[in-house]
């Protein structure tokens, strides 16, 4: 259709990203082809209609909200450009979604799951995201001149939502890029390039990587993904005690809110604050007390628990 074509190229003079623009494409096309009417006498109910059909098929909540999101854009621009005298027949309709805890490796995994990668290339890839945070497109799309190794970062041109950013190598990380580039000879100026097959020596793909790590994932017997990885990397952050706003900038995140959710995830440092707060409330609550026979009990219990919590507390350090 004209009119579709027209608003793709609308989005390219905003200057949205290619993946940007592939998605909202095939998610119009999705309804386009679905539809049964003009475009201009779509309705709420049609709407509705469409909602269940993606329901049907499986699609997740997240994934239709996606396909409502595009949509009302879409529509917004039918309205606002195009003239067509329409009520956007997306607006006020709502996609509750569920908001699952980030997901993790604990520590013992993560070796787990380094155990199994002996390619250079891949462990150099998934290392950086575990301890850059870096997002698989992000990755995907390094050059060798992003990576600054005198001063231990790397340039992240272009990320989410067209920012830029500085993210820093930790010491295997940058230990892990050094092995796989002296072992490349390829002088392209992508960073991580297709080892095998007919295009062998491009730049790999998002969905190549994703397969890697898939292959890692069913090899090491881990329920892993490359966002996991960054999830990782938040939690362990925020339990080395580094603070809100520093992760933001580091996970490239616009709002801190996105960022807080890590403060749900096995914050270790909460659990230590509220054992060592309890422990003085309990204290001074006995000093209160008179004592007596159900008090030196208390005592008792009070003092066996704090033995237990320093137990734990040598456990975890160690």
Partial sequence: MEIIERYRRSLKRRNCSGCTIKNYMNRIGHFTSWLRVPLQNVTRRDMGTYIDRLQKTGRTAATIASHLHTLHLFFDYLIDEEMIPMENPVSRIRIRLPKPLPRYLKDDEVDRLFSVITDLRDKAIFTLMLRSGLRVEEVAHLTRDAIEYRKRQIFVANGKGAKDRVVYLSDDARSALEAYMAQRTSKTKALFLVQKGPFTGTRISVRGIQKRIEYYSQK??????????????????LNADAGLASIQDLLGHEHITTTQRYCRVANTKVRQDYHTAMELVLQKTLEKRPVGRRDIHLAEDHDERRREWRVVQRTTRS
């Fill in 220 to 237: 090491a017997g881990l329920p892993v993904s490359c966002h996991r990885l960054r999830h990782t990397f938040a939690t362990q952050l």
